[in-house]
Structures are given as structure tokens and as C-alpha cells.
């Protein structure tokens, strides 16, 4: 199997969330970067254990800047093969979706895993845009991904429960926590990673679809109102008089 | 020109969240004078409720090829309808069926797409959406630079007005490529109430010790009518199951009411929950963090607390509303 795992970069998930320039820019100060969980503990993972099991390749995509390389890197040290980095900031989905399916095309692969959203934009829009690209089928959500031949056996997440479903390579899929256990760089994959190759590939043009104006904060919740333990059914009472929820 | 709207049906009946999508569709067309076209797939009994909400023109299709769920497939059948309608903008709400559907739609059409959107458009203004980020801790204001447009609407975030049309009710197909997923099968949760719709929620972390005591949380849920759900080290545990972990990394939820028992609110854990229009916490620390974001606080313990508010529950008998 040659795999394709799509990695993005994101902030920590107790990053603080505080925007610059006008609130134009994320603020990147004291912010410290990781593989969006998804693609790191899922894509990543069950992409290594499939490779292990029936042979194949592992390649990690990131589309991004010479920035990204400590973080790719680290997809590395957990077992993929090698990396590919496409070097531009994409400024929204479609333009990171158009390179990757562009690269994954000339490349050829037999699956493309990607994770279900990054925690940073919360798109849930990339490996859907990848799928229409490669005109291939599209499994969202995924939680289970076994291969037996060419066929896979994917179990995937749907409204108030789960569908099992086939499908034959090559397809795009997304995929959510179930998939497989997050795995933990050593040592040996630490040093190794330092000599596996991390091609960096210039971007086919294409036009951004949509730009971000701006940034806001929520407004700040005001203060907590304190009911006593003593008469919890005042709780209910301000639940219906003064919220008017129940 | 129309706004044309997927509309999602399950077990034969449209799903609530496409009322929702349509009634956000009507909402925009009032300000543009659109007209709103709803596209439906399968065996559905009900399509004429979507007038209620706005709907004017219903078109439904019932491909075989869509038997499965065909994310590319629909993808196809709405772009035709958008040819024929002639719509510029193609509404979804953003759950697990627009989050599939939606990506596929905006690539094939060339259209930007926004996911998560909270609000209509700004008409008046620079045209732009906002739309949820961060997990919730921020909004961005996002402007589509394409002709066509595809907007994804998180779940529960415009009132769902009502318009009373008379929907006409087309049939609708186009040729579709070929159907490459084959399901299987489908393992329904036994729950009537899914985390992901329900309106009110009781959750309960840690604090709660062990299994055996979300007894008195269930019996809270089921006064108020709401569904249960637990934080991450809960489910990791195996004390419940992991379709109830809520969180940055498992179900994001935006109930009218979220009520956190035993929970000491971890950013990660209020990544999941922070959308809730109100927010009440049950906790022995008063220093817990989660007050910070509640809006309704007890401090207090959950073994004493929980059934004393299961017994004023039942006495205002809140359970069918
Ligand atoms: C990358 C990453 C992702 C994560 N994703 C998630 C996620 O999606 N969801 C999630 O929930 N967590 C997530 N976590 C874990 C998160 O950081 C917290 O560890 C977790 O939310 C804590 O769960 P808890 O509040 O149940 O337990 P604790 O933090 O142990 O809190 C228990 C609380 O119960 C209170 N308590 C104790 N006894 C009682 C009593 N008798 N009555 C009332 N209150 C009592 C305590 O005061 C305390 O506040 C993630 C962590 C990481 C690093
Ligand atoms: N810049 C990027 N480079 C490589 N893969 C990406 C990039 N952005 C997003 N992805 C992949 O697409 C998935 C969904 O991202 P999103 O649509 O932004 O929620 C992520 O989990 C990654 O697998």
C-alpha cells in the first residue's frame, strides 16, 4: 500500500487564543505548534500500522512554509517514510486541497488519509476538497480502516451512530478518534528521522477562494451566579424564570 | 435567482437540522430576494414541511445510486440542481452529512465554502460570514471571492423562524457516476436522544468516583428531558461510552443547557462545550475552573447536590418540555 497521510500545523491545544494586526492575525507569541491531533494520533498512526502489516509506504504531506519542517519532522520520528512539504502558506482550504490532490495525482497513491478537522480553523473541509479533486470516493469520520487486498473495510461515524461500509482503492478519507492509539516518538525514531528525506515541492497556481477579514473573541462571560448547595432546587427555578431554558 | 439548500432525511423524514438550513436559506433570501429551493434524496413522506420553513420549491430525487450514502454522488446531483436553479449560493448545516458533502460540492464547483457559519451574510456590509474557530474560542469574519458560494451552518445557531410557504413539490434527478461505497451496515446507539441534538445536557467527569454512580445522572437527564455526557478521562476509563466524550477531541456540542457535574474544565474539555447558551456547574472546588465559563454555579457535593435537584425536578415535573 502507498499511503499518503496529510499533516497540518496547529497551535497547541492550551494555546492561548489572541489575535494581532488588528485583529487580523492569529498571535503567534508564546504559541507553541503540533501536528493537528487528528492526523497525528489517527491518520498517521493507523496509515504506519497498515504499512507494517501488509508492506508499503508511509509519505507525510504538509502545505506550508520552511516553518512547518520541526513539526514534520516529528511525523517522521513517529515512523512515516518520508515528507513532502509544498512550500506556500495556503491562504484558505481549496488552495491547500488543490495541492495536495496536484501532488497526489503525479504521485499516485492508494489511499490519502487526512484527519476530520484541524483544531485551529475547524474546516472539516480539506479532505473533502482533496476526494473531489481526485474525483476518488470520500469517507468522513472514519473510526475503523482495515485493508484486505484492495478493499477496505472502513467503520465511520454518522448521525446518532456508526456505518460499516467497503470501499475499493484509491479513496480520500478523514478520520476520528478510534482509529488507532497515538504513538509516542523514541529515541531511535528521533535520530532517524534526522536523515529521512523531506522533499520540498513548489505550489501549482491556484486562486484562493475565500480570505479571512478578521478575528473576535467571544465576549466574556459575566459573572457566575452562585447558588447555594443547600437549596439546589433554586437552581431549577433560575433555570426557568430568569434563563428560560426548562 | 434561488438559494438552494440540502435537505437531509432520515428514517423516511426530513431531518430537523434541514428545517434548520432552510429557515436559514429564507432568512438570507428575504434580504436578497432569492427564492428558496430545497433538494431532497430517497424516500421521504414529509417534504411539504419544508414550506413551513421557507422552502418555496421542493426538488426530489430518488437515484438509486443514492441508496448508500454517496458523498461525491450528491455532490454531482445538487451541482445540477444549482445549474438548473441557477443558485449562487447552496446552504448545508455542518454536521456529519454537510461536513461530507459540503467540501466535495464547493471543490467540484470551484465555489469558496464556509464552514461553521454562525450568522447570514452581511448583506449590507462587505458581504462577509462569521464563523466559529478555534474550537470555539474565537469567531472569524470570512469573505467568499468566488461567484458561487457554499455555507455550512453550525447546528443550533440561528433561531429557526418560520415562513408558512407552499412548497411545490418537483422530482428531480440527473446522471450520476458510478456508486463506488458499499454499506454494510448500520449500528444505531439505542439512546433516543443523540448528544449531537439534544437541547439540554447533564455531564459528569472524574468527580463522580466510578460507574456505578451515574445512576443519579441519568435519572437528571431524564427529569430535564436531556441527554448525558462525560469528559475524556471518563470515557477513557470505560466508565461510559465514547460516543459521550465531549471535547476538543470528541463530540463538540452546543446545547441550550449544559450542566457539568464533577468536571474541573480543562480547556480541552471546554473547547467541546463552551458554544452552550448557558452553562451550570456542580463542583466541590470552588476554585475549579469551570466556573470561570459557567454561568449558574453550585459548590457542592454531587452526591448530595444531584439528587436533591432529581427531587425538585420531579416535582416541577419538567420532563415533557
Ligand atoms: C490534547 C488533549 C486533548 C484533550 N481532549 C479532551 C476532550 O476532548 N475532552 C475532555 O473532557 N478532556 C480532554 N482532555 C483532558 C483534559 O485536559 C482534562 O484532563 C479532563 O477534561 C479532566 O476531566 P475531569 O474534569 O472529568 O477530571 P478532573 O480534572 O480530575 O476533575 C474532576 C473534578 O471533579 C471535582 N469533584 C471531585 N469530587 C467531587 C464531588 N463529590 N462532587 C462534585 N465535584 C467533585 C473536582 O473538584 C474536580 O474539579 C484533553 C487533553 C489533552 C492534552
Ligand atoms: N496545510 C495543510 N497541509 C497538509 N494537510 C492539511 C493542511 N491543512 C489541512 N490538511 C489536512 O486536512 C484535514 C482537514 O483540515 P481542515 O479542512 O482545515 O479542517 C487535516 O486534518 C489535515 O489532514
Known sequence: MKI?????????????????????????????????PYDEWYALVRGLE??????????????GEADNDPTI???????????????????????????????????????????KETIDYNGSQVAGMVAAFLDQPFISNAIKLDMDGNTAKIERDIQGGK???????????????????????????????????????????????????????????????????????????????????? | MSIL????????????????????????????????TAIVVGEVSDADSLGKFGANKVLHSKNEKLNDFQPSLIAQLIQAAAEAEGAKTIVFIHDLVGKSIAPVLSARMGAGLVSGAVDLPKIDGDGSIKKAVFSGKAYAHVK??????????????????EFNVDATIESFDADLGDAKISVKEQKMESTDLPLTEAEKVVSAGRGLKGPENWGMIEELAKELGAATACSRPVSDMDWRPHHEHVG???????????????????IQHLAG?????????????????????????????????????????????????
Open chain 1, 163 to 246: 456505518e460499516v461500509l467497503e470501499v475499493n482503492t484509491p479513496f480520500v478519507l478523514s478520520a476520528a478518534k478510534g482509529m488507532a492509539e497515538a504513538r509516542i516518538p523514541n529515541m531511535r525514531g528521533i535520530m532517524a528521522a534526522r536523515t529521512k528525506p523531506l522533499n520540498v515541492v513548489e505550489p501549482t497556481a491556484f486562486d484562493d477562494t475565500t480570505e479571512v477579514l478578521s478575528y473576535e473573541l467571544p465576549p466574556a462571560k459575566g459573572d457566575c451566579k452562585m447558588v447555594s448547595a443547600d437549596n439546589p432546587a433554586e437552581l431549577l427555578e433560575l433555570l426557568r424564570n430568569e434563563a428560560k431554558i426548562i
Open chain 1, 73 to 115: 519532522r516529528k511525523a517522521l520520528a513517529i515512523g512515516a517514510d518520508d515528507a513532502v512539504r509544498i512550500n506556500i502558506n495556503p491562504k484558505d482550504a481549496q488552495q491547500a486541497a488543490k495541492q495536495i490532490a496536484h501532488y497526489a495525482s503525479e504521485n499516485g497513491f492508494d489511499m490519502v488519509l487526512c484527519g
Open chain 2, 5 to 36: 439548500v440540502y435537505s437531509n432525511a432520515v428514517n423516511n423524514k426530513i431531518h430537523k437540522s434541514a428545517h434548520e438550513a432552510v429557515s436559514y436559506a429564507a432568512q438570507l433570501a428575504e434580504k436578497t430576494s432569492d427564492s428558496v
Open chain 1, 4 to 36: 499518503l497521510v496529510c499533516i497540518s500545523k496547529v497551535p497547541d491545544t492550551t494555546a492561548k487564543i489572541a489575535f494581532t494586526d488588528n485583529n487580523t492575525a492569529f498571535d503567534t507569541n508564546g504559541v507553541s505548534f503540533i501536528i493537528n
Open chain 2, 144 to 161: 467568499v471571492n468566488t461567484a458561487a458560494k457554499v455555507i455550512s451552518v453550525m447546528p443550533n445557531s440561528l433561531e429557526k423562524k
Open chain 2, 273 to 321: 462545550v463552551n458554544q452552550s447558551k448557558v452553562i451550570v456547574v456542580i463542583n466541590t472546588d470552588p476554585e475549579a475552573p469551570f466556573f470561570k465559563s459557567a454561568d449558574y454555579g453550585i459548590v457542592g457535593d454531587a452526591f448530595e447536590v444531584v439528587p436533591k435537584l432529581v427531587e425538585a425536578a420531579k416535582s416541577m415535573n419538567l420532563s415533557d418540555n
Open chain 2, 248 to 266: 476538543q477531541t470528541g463530540v463538540a456540542i452546543r446545547p441550550n443547557l449544559y450542566i457539568a457535574v464533577g468536571i474541573s474544565g480543562a
Open chain 1, 50 to 63: 497498515i504499512k507494517e502489516a501488509q508492506g508499503g509506504s508511509v509519505t507525510v504531506l504538509n502545505v
